[in-house]
């Protein structure tokens, strides 16, 4: 009879511990489930975003947004308005477009991002050089004449790590960098506050236009590197040879690496993008000079050339065929609108130079 009982009990406690592991099983199962679930709605809705916040701002129309600004500030619409509230929607556009700046995120996805992040430091690169092109040429009469106190705060502030997070955030630095420029308008469009000056010289001009020059001579060369291209080294010192001796030249091979090519076209995308807006702004403050050097026409071409290149990449990914080949080269075709925008910008120049 004990034995029985003994069997019993012991068939009892076989059963109960096959009914816990049952439970254990399937309460693992449907748990995994669900979190595989979550996980995988995450990463769709992080896809979803990521694609929205990728999307690069269209272009503005430059002269009536200056002028709805003034109006609603009741500023006077003076000499040198135009660019400098151009500058301020420009810098603005990286901190209030979708997604917001991006450059400096720890979290997805905007971490996973890099597109974008390469947009807005090709934007960045622009703010910056017209933030010192103010600061050191166009709101001074002369080489030793006082700098404005307004300006000389902008510039360091557009010039902050843009990846910094915190202590200070990239973002905060780029604001009080807007508010800088917001109140040398404020100066500019007063009548009664007369060291706020901004002089629409062709000298001023040229010197800006060098360095956008610059600028888009490098991105030309980045951009053809995609497929990789044997360059002179013009970086070596000329050494002195003897008469009738050729001089010997070495050659270097240049390609971008794979990972970098679509950071290298939306970085280039960026700056066009930026340069494009300057420029138009730049046509009106500087109408007359532009007008006395028959210049006017060589602005616009800089900037339908610029504007060229904002055409939508309908392609999902920046395609990298070789220049003859049968898949497209983006950069290739990048390249071709930097590089004839900069002929222009040369061009330019040179009209600006001359008396």
């Known amino acids: 009879m004990l034995d029985w009982k003994n069997r019993n009990g012991n068939l009892r406690d076989r059963v109960d511990n096959s009914v816990e592991d049952v439970r254990s099983y399937f309460g693992g199962y449907w748990l995994s489930r669900i979190l595989g679930g979550v996980v995988l709605v995450y990463l769709l809705v992080a896809l979803v975003v990521g694609w929205y916040w990728s999307q690069e701002p269209a272009l503005f129309p430059v002269q009536q947004h200056a002028q709805a600004a003034a109006e609603k500030a009741q500023r006077k619409l003076v000499n040198g308005y135009t660019t400098v509230e151009t500058l301020k929607q420009v810098a603005g556009t990286l901190l209030s477009k979708q997604g917001g700046y991006l450059s400096n995120d720890l979290t997805p996805p905007g971490l996973w991002l890099d597109n974008m992040p390469s947009w807005e430091y090709g934007v960045l690169v622009q703010v910056r050089d017209l933030s010192r092109a103010l600061r050191k040429d166009f709101a001074r009469s002369q080489s030793q004449s006082t700098e404005n106190a307004d300006l000389a705060k902008a510039e360091p502030r557009f010039n902050f790590d843009n990846k910094s997070w915190a202590l200070p955030a990239s973002e905060a630095e780029y604001r009080e960098g807007i508010r800088s420029l917001d109140r040398y308008l404020v100066s500019l469009s007063d009548p009664g506050q007369p060291n706020a000056q901004f002089y629409t010289r062709a000298d001023n001009l040229n010197n800006w236009l060098g360095d956008a020059a610059t600028r888009l001579g490098s991105l030309s060369q980045r951009l053809s590197a995609s497929v990789g291209q044997v360059r002179l080294n013009t970086d070596l010192k000329e050494q002195p040879l003897a008469p ?56 616009r071409q800089i900037i339908r050339e610029l504007e060229a290149s904002q055409e939508p990449l309908w392609s999902p990914m920046v395609l990298n065929g070789s220049g003859y080949g049968i898949l497209a080269n983006h950069s290739l075709v990048m390249a071709n609108y930097i590089s004839r925008a900069n002929a222009a910008i040369i061009d330019l120049r040179q009209l600006l130079s001359q008396g």
């Not at 030249?249 to 990972?259: F, I």
């Open 244 to 299: 009738g001796e050729v001089p010997q030249l070495s050659e270097e091979s240049y390609e971008t690496p794979w990972l970098q090519i679509d950071n290298v076209f939306y970085e280039a995308r960026g700056q066009a993008w930026a340069l494009s807006h300057l420029l138009r702004a730049i046509e009106v403050d500087f109408a007359d000079v532009l007008a006395k050097k028959n210049a006017t026409v060589s602005v």
